[in-house]
């Protein structure tokens, strides 16, 4: 489901006050009807950890890559001084242009990490709500019992409300999680990102986008020679 479908049907569930269902009680069935009414939050709050756990894999991978590019760009620092100081300028244009590689990509990852950190700030606040709808609804479906109960002088003992509610919501819980452990294990690492180009100026655009590249590099070695030089 789309976070703006999730959204909506949590706000729905949410929104929804318990006079509607307290307002159903003469129905023939009111039971039934508070019970569904539980189930509908339970299955949106399976949804929601479902994509929480998707958001929380993606969040652990990006910062794990993220950590992993700034630990390669310091090692590739240290290596391109030793170039230039062996005046292996071939090596220093490599290790340089590696560098901008790395550039490129982490403002893209510090993006991905700051919006996973909004969803799943957002995603919990849903189950935070939903939780406490299903504790009123939950209440209000123990004080119908008590009232039945009550009225029906032990008639009711033949009646007793159903126990499978727990175990429902611990197999929800458990696939939350096995969902995020399937996300987590078949995550692989980012996509790399790419731009359409017309087909006709596509290899000369490429070509000078390299010239620019290697130019960048030239600019960047002169003027790490410069530093060793006045240094």
Request: aromatic residues 2%; proline residues 2%.
């Amino acid at each position: 489901m789309s976070s703006e479908r999730l959204w909506k049907r949590v706000r729905r569930i949410v929104s929804g006050s318990v006079n509607s269902v307290v307002s159903s009680l003469e129905g023939a069935v009111p039971e039934s009807v508070m019970e569904e009414t539980i189930r509908d939050v339970e299955g949106a709050m399976d949804e929601v950890r479902d994509e929480l756990g998707i958001v929380v894999a993606g969040k652990h991978l990006a910062n794990k890559r993220l950590m992993a590019m700034n630990r390669k760009y310091e090692e590739l620092t240290g290596q391109i001084e030793l170039a230039v100081r062996e005046n292996r300028d071939d090596l220093a244009e490599a290790a340089i242009s590696k560098q901008m590689d790395i550039e490129a990509q982490i403002p893209i990852l510090e993006a991905t990490l700051t919006d996973n950190a909004a969803q799943e700030k957002e995603l919990e606040s849903y189950i935070s709500a939903l939780k406490a709808q299903k504790r009123e609804m939950t209440e209000v479906l123990a004080q119908y019992r008590d009232s039945v109960r009550a009225e029906t002088v032990g008639a009711s003992e033949d009646a007793s409300p159903s126990a499978s509610a727990p175990s429902d919501v611990e197999r929800r819980v458990a696939g939350a999680q096995a969902t995020f452990e399937r996300v987590t294990a078949k995550a692989g690492g980012m996509e790399a990102l790419s731009s359409d180009t017309g087909r006709s100026d596509a290899v000369k655009l490429a070509e000078l986008e390299e010239m620019a590249r290697r130019n960048r590099v030239q600019e960047r070695l002169a003027a790490l020679k410069g530093e060793g030089a006045h240094g």
